[in-house]
């Protein structure tokens, strides 16, 4: 059983950044974040796999950039440019396959989510 812990999250203008991590309690292989704003569904945001190879959504391709460090088992996701529309409860997600999905119902583990909110 992998345990992840997201931390970064606040309160930002639009325009502004923010860099989430969410920390592992062991390795896992393959990374995703995802958000779900009020009333609205999960959403896929970014994920990278062990080797480094990354996905994005259409929505935050250019302004949101996710990386990983194996060796403190962490996974980072830098925000910039925010927009209102980034407001959501954002999650860290980690799956045991090799192959990067942006499908949250291939993901084994979640963590609690950090809470990110940009002001107009």
């Known amino acids: 059983q992998v345990q992840l812990v997201e931390s970064g999250g606040g309160l930002v203008e639009a325009g502004g950044s923010l860099r989430l991590s969410c920390a592992a309690s062991g390795r896992t292989v393959s990374t995703g974040w995802f958000r779900q704003a009020p009333g609205k569904e999960r959403e896929f945001v970014a994920a990278?796999?062990?080797?480094?190879?990354?996905v994005y959504a259409d929505s935050v391709k250019g302004r949101f950039t996710i990386s990983r460090d194996n060796a403190k088992n962490t996974v980072y996701l830098q925000m910039n440019s925010l927009k209102p529309e980034d407001t959501a409860v954002y999650y860290c997600?980690?799956?045991?396959?090799?192959?990067?999905?942006?499908?949250?119902?291939?993901?084994?583990?979640w963590g609690q989510g950090t809470q990110v909110t940009v002001s107009s």
């Open positions: 997600a980690a799956s045991r396959n090799l192959r990067i999905s942006t499908n949250w119902v291939t993901y084994d583990y």
């Open positions: 990278i796999s062990w080797s480094g190879s990354t």
